[in-house]
């Protein structure tokens, strides 16, 4: 399959960088072959969201990790403040309450919600240290359920529950996968990985990545490897 703009909008490229600077370097490199940026605490407690303005500006599409969880009415005046910045992808914890609000507030907007399951960096004997009595793939499962119930555009879960979410969500909502490692790299903290085209042969919509193209020492060869890997199985 060529490499379309459709397609290459299927990449997120999480600009887990330490400042603006470095994030701004990521995006000149991978200009021309990504299109969708993710931006989360690290670089968002150092300039990023004014940042993220500027990816909008120049006509990228930017996703939000900021897994937002509160009282309802902080989340809701909270999610209605970033769909008013015109941002495409914004997390939130896919607790059943906070995700109504989330949709209360981002109605009308063009702010796809997107509730956070359980972290791919997870495994059933973290959850059980965190006092959940659900195996992470039951929990994902659950999750996915409420999210499609209240209403969200999409979910984010490992891709390793992609099928079975797919099986219970259908295929509208968006699917956005962390934790992809292309094959023989190096996993790191993550614990449930899958590479690209597996990730997307599951059911994915989307995938994140981040180390395995920024810490590369070439990354836009790394992009591309990636981007040319999912076009043989995307649909």
């Known amino acids: 399959m060529p490499l379309t703009d459709t397609l290459r909008e299927r990449l ?21 072959e990504v299109r969708f940026f993710k931006i989360g605490y690290q670089l968002a407690f150092a300039g990023g969201l004014e ?44 607790y059943p309450k906070t995700m109504r609000a989330a949709v209360r507030a981002a109605q009308g907007s063009g702010l796809c ?18 006092g959940y009595g659900a195996s992470a ?4 499962i659950a999750r996915a359920r409420d999210a499609a119930e209240a209403g969200m555009g999409g979910i984010v879960a490992s891709a390793q529950e992609a099928q079975a979410i797919r099986t219970e969500i259908g295929p509208e909502m968006a699917l956005v996968t962390p934790g ?34 920024v810490a590369a020492s070439d990354r836009k060869r790394a992009a591309m490897d990636i981007l040319e890997e999912i076009s043989g199985v995307a649909a």
């Open 12 to 32: 997120i490229v999480a600009l887990d960088v330490p400042d603006v600077a470095e994030a701004r370097k990521v995006v000149e490199t991978l200009e021309g």
């Open 51 to 94: 940042f993220a303005r500027e990816l909008k500006r120049d006509g990228f599409r930017v996703f939000l990790d900021m897994k937002l969880l509160d009282i309802d009415n902080t989340v809701e005046k909270g999610v209605a403040n970033i769909a008013a910045m015109g941002f495409d992808m914004l997390t939130v914890h896919a």
């Open 113 to 130: 919600l997107l509730g956070a399951t359980v972290l791919t960096s997870m495994d059933d004997a973290d959850l059980t240290a965190a």
């Open 137 to 140: 793939s039951d929990l994902v």
């Open 180 to 213: 992809i490692r292309p094959a023989g790299a190096d996993a790191g903290d993550q614990k449930r990985v899958m590479t690209p085209a597996r990730a997307i042969a599951a059911g994915a919509s989307h995938l994140v990545v981040g180390r395995p193209i």
